[in-house]
């Protein structure tokens, strides 16, 4: 199965919600004024967000459409503004030179993070580099059995501490193993975390400022990780976090599981920040790179025309 096949697959929920309502709003309608405010509240209700689906019904607006339109023409002038949105979000992550490339992955708890770093690990391995993973969810036992075993899988090395463990010292010994092995890429799981919790974040914090005492420039990135099931809730985390952890980009994972996968596009909207990868299944396969035409048109229910 290709990409955009996965990723259709993944929204189908997504798809079938937002389909089914603009159906029943065009069918050979005019897009008068009544039309396309109806349009736009299928859209916030898609979790798309107040200001991006106001910003794509104007751009359609504007574009003074005359005659009866099909469901078919709707969803391509929504999946052409949606791509427009995101096209600046788009892009992989990219390892520099920096050597080990330190990734720092945070999140809520049950969003994720931990599979998804054993995820990267096997792509990372898979495109020739040298990998080391640290397990910094030190509050959760579970977390390090977990992300030990995805090591194993990715036959990567995993820098551990007991439970319980001082999360920001355990990021400190993985950098320097790291930097003494020539490795490539080193991701920091950490602990998840309500953005409501001040002693956590602050814990984040922390480990940022302790592995600055060997490198003033890492994370080199600092990935959040975002439950599309979370809907707008995934909104406010990202907004917190961001603070925090100083996040560089974010990877969304279980699109495969909600009617909310319009959310990508409140999120990149209101933060600016990168999408590198959205997650549509359970294997190292269903961690796909973010692309926002391929995105934007599974999200409506059209078909792949690249």
């Given at each position: 199965?290709?990409?955009?096949?996965?990723?259709?697959?993944g929204l189908s929920?997504?798809?079938?919600?937002?389909g089914?309502n603009?159906g029943?709003?065009?069918?050979?309608?005019?897009?008068?004024?009544?039309?396309?405010?109806?349009?736009?509240?299928?859209?916030?209700?898609?979790d798309?967000?107040l200001s991006?689906?106001?910003?794509?019904?104007?751009?359609?607006?504007?574009k003074?459409?005359?005659?009866?339109v099909?469901?078919?023409?709707?969803?391509?002038?929504?999946?052409?503004?949606?791509?427009e949105?995101?096209a600046?979000?788009s892009?992989?992550?990219n390892?520099?030179m920096?050597?080990?490339f330190?990734i720092?992955?945070?999140?809520v708890?049950?969003?994720?993070?931990?599979?998804?770093?054993?995820?990267?690990?096997h792509?990372?391995?898979?495109?020739?580099?040298?990998?080391?993973?640290a397990?910094?969810?030190?509050?959760?036992?579970?977390?390090?059995?977990?992300?030990?075993i995805?090591?194993?899988?990715?036959?990567?090395?995993v820098?551990?501490?007991?439970?319980g463990?001082d999360?920001a010292g355990?990021?400190?010994?993985?950098?320097?193993?790291?930097?003494?092995s020539a490795?490539d890429?080193?991701?920091?799981?950490?602990?998840?975390?309500?953005?409501?919790?001040?002693d956590l974040?602050a814990?984040?914090e922390?480990?940022?400022?302790?592995?600055?005492?060997?490198d003033?420039?890492?994370?080199?990135?600092?990935?959040?990780?975002?439950?599309?099931?979370?809907?707008?809730?995934?909104?406010a985390?990202?907004?917190i976090?961001?603070k925090?952890?100083?996040?560089?980009?974010i990877?969304?994972?279980?699109?495969?599981?909600?009617?909310?996968?319009g959310?990508?596009?409140?999120?990149?909207?209101?933060?600016?920040l990168p999408?590198?990868?959205?997650?549509?299944g359970?294997?190292?396969?269903?961690?796909?790179?973010f692309?926002?035409?391929?995105?934007?048109?599974a999200l409506?229910g059209?078909?792949?025309?690249?």
């Amino acid at each position: 199965m290709g990409i955009f096949d996965r990723l259709k697959s993944g929204l189908s929920r997504s798809s079938r919600a937002l389909g089914e309502n603009l159906g029943s709003i065009i069918n050979r309608r005019r897009l008068d004024k009544e039309t396309l405010q109806e349009l736009e509240e299928l859209l916030i209700t898609s979790d798309l967000g107040l200001s991006a689906s106001a910003d794509i019904i104007a751009n359609i607006a504007q574009k003074k459409i005359e005659g009866e339109v099909s469901e078919a023409d709707v969803k391509e002038m929504l999946a052409a503004e949606i791509t427009e949105k995101l096209a600046a979000q788009s892009g992989a992550l990219n390892p520099d030179m920096h050597q080990p490339f330190v990734i720092l992955m945070t999140g809520v708890n049950g969003a994720g993070k931990t599979t998804t770093i054993g995820k990267l690990a096997h792509k990372f391995q898979n495109e020739g580099k040298s990998v080391m993973l640290a397990a910094g969810d030190t509050f959760r036992a579970a977390a390090i059995e977990q992300l030990t075993i995805w090591g194993e899988r990715a036959n990567v090395p995993v820098v551990t501490t007991k439970q319980g463990g001082d999360a920001a010292g355990l990021a400190f010994d993985a950098l320097q193993q790291a930097k003494t092995s020539a490795t490539d890429i080193l991701m920091i799981d950490t602990a998840g975390r309500l953005q409501s919790n001040n002693d956590l974040m602050a814990e984040l914090e922390k480990i940022i400022r302790v592995l600055r005492k060997i490198d003033p420039d890492v994370p080199h990135a600092s990935l959040l990780i975002l439950d599309a099931t979370t809907g707008q809730n995934a909104l406010a985390q990202a907004e917190i976090f961001q603070k925090s952890a100083e996040t560089s980009g974010i990877i969304m994972t279980k699109l495969d599981g909600t009617a909310r996968g319009g959310v990508l596009v409140a999120i990149a909207e209101r933060l600016n920040l990168p999408i590198h990868y959205i997650g549509v299944g359970e294997t190292a396969d269903d961690l796909l790179l973010f692309d926002a035409a391929i995105y934007a048109r599974a999200l409506v229910g059209l078909e792949d025309i690249s």
